[in-house]
């Protein structure tokens, strides 16, 4: 059963203010010198930071960027919004079904840029890369680095630095590209994908139930661009099922489908990993493993 998660909104444009924190002594209330990053409207706490630390309010961020997008020339975009752990982290999703590459025949992907933003210090104002697959619009994910929107958490981001940073990522989407094609470059039977998926599960890439539903996938592709056998395919194959579970669990999906996608084109490039990801998985083992670790972690 999967593991009980506070639901993602889509309600992003809220005011968060800087509130001092009190501590009680000997009787009386006295200042921490932290300060709680309080949202204004349901009064939730979202985060402990310092006064050094800059609100960026979503608002904010999201309508410059947008203001941003209007002097490149990317074409019209698609928005969504994705608010997780009661406020504290934020994405902005923006697919350009203009901007297009093919990484094999008939498959095309267009660009996917992601924004965040967060008021718990667990991530700078950022926008990364990523691609959409237009197919099955399944969300693709993109090893190359985020490119940060400022140098540090401040409240004076400006247009210049959003733009700088949107040109970044928009400029690492053809080796995004590159990077699929050489996945689709490796040809796999069906069982060593089968293989793979186990392999991924035993090195907690995927977890068990990921990659049982992974594997229904695999067994039967829903489309037929996805009969070939391919590492490309394999990949296909989890970012349709973690693009489902993404509506629920935006972070978790996004955690596993970096992961996937580095371990899956390590399989593409290096042989010998490719050879040991393809070792039969002793489940028992797998399982006596499992046990262990829960009992440390209980301990």
């Known amino acids: 059963m999967a593991r009980p998660t506070k639901p993602v909104s889509e309600d992003y444009d809220f005011v968060v203010e800087q509130?001092?924190?009190?501590m009680r002594h000997n009787g009386e209330f006295v200042r921490t010198g932290d300060y709680a990053n309080q949202r204004m409207?349901?009064?939730?706490?979202v985060g402990i930071t310092s006064e050094k630390y800059g609100i960026i309010q979503n608002g904010d961020l999201l309508n410059m960027v947008k203001n941003t997008f209007g002097t490149m020339d990317l074409g019209d975009y698609k928005e969504q919004s994705f608010v997780c752990d009661e406020g504290k982290r934020f994405y902005g999703q923006f697919d350009f079904p203009q901007q297009v590459q093919a990484p094999v025949v008939g498959d095309d992907v267009s660009l996917?840029?992601?924004?965040?933003?967060?008021?718990?210090?667990?991530?700078r104002a950022s926008v990364s890369v990523g691609m959409m697959r237009l197919v099955c619009a399944n969300g693709m994910t993109s090893m190359r680095?985020?490119?940060?929107?400022?140098?540090?958490?401040?409240?004076?981001?400006?247009i210049a630095s959003i733009r700088d940073g949107i040109e970044d990522a928009v400029s690492m989407f053809d080796d995004s590209v590159k990077d699929l094609t050489v996945m689709a470059g490796k040809d796999i039977s069906h069982d060593q994908g089968v293989l793979i998926l186990n392999n991924l599960a035993q090195k907690k890439v995927l977890?068990?139930?990921l990659k049982d539903s992974i594997?229904?996938?695999?067994?039967?592709?829903?489309?037929s661009e996805d009969s070939d056998r391919s590492v490309y395919n394999l990949y296909n194959a989890c970012t349709q099922h973690l693009t489902?579970?993404?509506?629920?669990?935006?972070e978790y999906s996004s955690k596993r489908s970096d992961a996937v996608l580095n371990s899956l084109f390590r399989v593409a490039k290096d042989e010998k990993f490719f050879g040991r990801m393809?070792?039969?998985?002793?489940?028992?083992?797998?399982?006596?493993?499992?046990?262990?670790?829960?009992?440390?972690?209980?301990?």
């Open 19 to 22: 509130v001092p924190v009190f």
């Open 41 to 45: 409207d349901t009064g939730a706490r």
């Open 112 to 123: 996917r840029l992601t924004v965040r933003n967060s008021y718990d210090k667990t991530c």
């Open 145 to 158: 680095k985020a490119a940060s929107l400022s140098c540090r958490h401040s409240s004076t981001v400006s």
């Open 207 to 209: 977890s068990e139930s």
């Open 215 to 223: 594997e229904l996938v695999w067994n039967d592709p829903t489309h």
């Open 244 to 250: 489902h579970v993404g509506q629920s669990r935006f």
């Open 278 to 299: 393809l070792l039969p998985v002793d489940k028992k083992s797998a399982a006596k493993v499992d046990i262990a670790a829960q009992h440390i972690s209980l301990n």
